[in-house]
Structure formats: C-alpha cells, structure tokens
C-alpha cells in the first residue's frame, strides 16, 4: 500500500480536461511544496512533468498544471491527446527526508 | 545530451549480493544529486535512496535500509547501488535518476532506460 494515494484510473475523451489527486498528510504533501509528477509510458522510463508543486521542466506542454490545497495535490491536462494516455505517478517529500510515490493512475483517453 | 546507463542487473539467488552500476554522461556529474528507483513487474514506482552531489548525505526507503547502500564516484562519472541479501521482493527494474537542478534533488529528470534484477532460485 502506497503512502500517496492516487485513483487507480480515470479516462477521457480528446479534447478534454481530467485531473488527477494525489492524497498524502501533513507530513509529506501537506507539509512541504515538494510535490512532483511523473508520466510513464508502457515499457518506457518515466518523465518529469511537474516539480515543487505546479512548475513544469522546459520542453512539457503547457496543457500539464498542478496545485496543492492542504494534504492533497492534483495534476490537470486539459486539451486531452491521445499521446497523453499513460500512467501517472505524484511523489512528495517526507518529514524523514526520503521521498513516497503515489500508487500510480492510468489515464485512459476514449 | 544527459545520458544515463544503468548496468549489472540480472538474475540472482536468494541471500547473494549484487552492484548496479549507472555511468553518466552529458552533464557535471559532481554537481548533481542522484536516485535510484524501482518497479517491480506490473506494479508501480519505489523510491529506494538518494545520494547529495558530494556523497556526502544519503537517505533510503525504510524497505531497503540496512542491505542497500547507494554511492557515487565523481571521478568516473558513476552512481552504484549495493544490494546485499537479495530477496524475492527486490526483483525489480532499478532506474537510476538524475536530480532537476543543483539546488535540490527532490525531483528528477531524465532517468536511465533500467536495469532488471531477478531474484530467484
């Protein structure tokens, strides 16, 4: 069991906007601004998509947004394309200086 | 390029020791802080260690504390992983990763391709 909850899937159409939660505590999530998100494709290593909450490395689309309120982070893609099918992983910061992922969400575009 | 190759995986008897090995290219190796990262078949992603850029701070998931020890040579351009008492559990792609930015390995990007390790009799 993932210390960073996240739904096992959610799904939608192109052209749309799914978001995507990632639940921890106030010893993780909630109590640091080091929440990242990673994508990950099948067979393929994963790829950084957010960092420090809702920054995005050079070259990700700015169709990837993220916040924080409180004990739970979320990742939104609006604009949804078929390319973004994927599975998606938050991970935080933890009191023990050691990092937690989330159980992974596979985003299914229809 | 930032290129990450990690090495040494493979199959593994129960209690037997292995060393990953993740040679670096394309960036100052010794100004990063770098991770190693698992996933174990069809599941999903484990945080294992992080080591600082200097080598001198290195923090592990509590499930590998104790048997994995991560570190680093700036001097070849090399992050290791010593895994000691190999157990069924630990079959695994093992990714190696490299932090972001200088400041703060927290979060990390690219990572290498992986390397399998198998534990079984």
């Known amino acids: 069991q993932s210390a960073l909850t996240q739904p096992a899937s959610v799904s939608g159409s192109p052209g749309q906007s799914i978001t995507i939660s990632c639940t921890g505590t106030s010893s993780d999530v909630g109590g640091y601004n080091y929440v990242s998100w990673y994508q990950q494709h099948p067979g393929k290593a994963p790829k950084l998509m957010i960092y420090e909450v809702s920054s995005r490395p050079s070259g990700v689309s700015n169709r990837f947004s993220a916040s924080k309120s409180g004990n739970t982070a979320s990742l939104t893609i609006s604009g949804l394309q078929a390319e973004d099918e994927a599975d998606y992983y938050c991970?935080?910061?933890?009191?023990?200086?050691?990092?937690?992922f989330g159980g992974g969400t596979k985003l299914t575009v229809l | 390029q930032v290129q990450l190759v990690e090495s040494g995986g493979g199959v593994v008897q129960p209690g037997r020791s292995l060393r990953l090995s993740c040679a670096a290219s394309g960036f100052t190796f010794s100004n990063y802080g770098m991770h190693w990262v698992r996933q174990a078949p069809g599941k999903g992603l484990e945080w294992v260690a992080v080591i600082w850029s200097d080598g001198n701070n290195k923090y592990y998931a509590d499930s590998v504390k104790g048997r994995f020890t991560i570190s680093r040579d700036n001097s070849k351009n090399t992050l290791y992983l010593q895994i000691n008492s190999l157990r069924a559990e630990d079959t695994a792609v093992y990714y190696c990763?490299?932090?972001?930015?200088?400041?703060?390995?927290?979060?990390?990007?690219?990572w290498g391709q992986g390397t399998l390790v198998t534990v079984s009799s």
């Open positions: 991970t935080s910061y933890t009191t023990s200086s050691t990092l937690e």
């Open positions: 990763a490299k932090a972001l930015v200088v400041v703060s390995p927290w979060w990390f990007d690219p």
